[in-house]
Nanobody, 115 residues
Framework: VQLVESGGGLVQPGGSLTLSCVAS????????MSWYRQAPGKGRAFVAS????????NYADDVKGRFTISRDNAKNTVYLRMMNLKPDDTAMYYC?????????WGQGTQVTVSS
């Protein structure tokens, strides 16, 4: 199993970013996928998840209405569109295989929200 995230960077408050995660070496379309994040000195925090068919979603309360998770099973890719970013969104973002428990995750991509 391999999960490779990209798309992170430095963005000003109120800005937007889209993260991507390309999966390989497993049947991507059979699995729900998630994003979680980890800020310095803090534990993992769930961000969003999506069912294997892309029909259902779950979001953490602090990102609802600002973040959108989606997937393209033909491209083995899951996305996280992040809008109206806040300094508190600063963290390393990871994609992971699973819905509420995760058995594989990538190396992460850093998102920094700062003016």
């Amino acid at each position: 199993v391999q999960l490779v995230e990209s798309g992170g960077g430095l963005v000003q408050p109120g800005g937007s970013l889209t993260l991507s995660c390309v999966a390989s070496a497993f049947a991507f379309s059979n699995y729900p996928m998630s994003w979680y994040r980890q800020a310095p000195g803090k534990g993992r925090a769930f961000v969003a998840s999506i069912t294997n068919d892309g029909a259902n979603f779950n979001y953490a309360d602090d990102v609802k209405g600002r973040f959108t998770i989606s997937r393209d099973n033909a491209k083995n890719t899951v996305y996280l569109r992040m809008m109206n970013l806040k300094p508190d969104d600063t963290a390393m973002y990871y994609c992971a295989r699973g819905w509420t428990t995760w058995d594989w995750w990538g190396q992460g991509t850093q998102v920094t929200v700062s003016s």
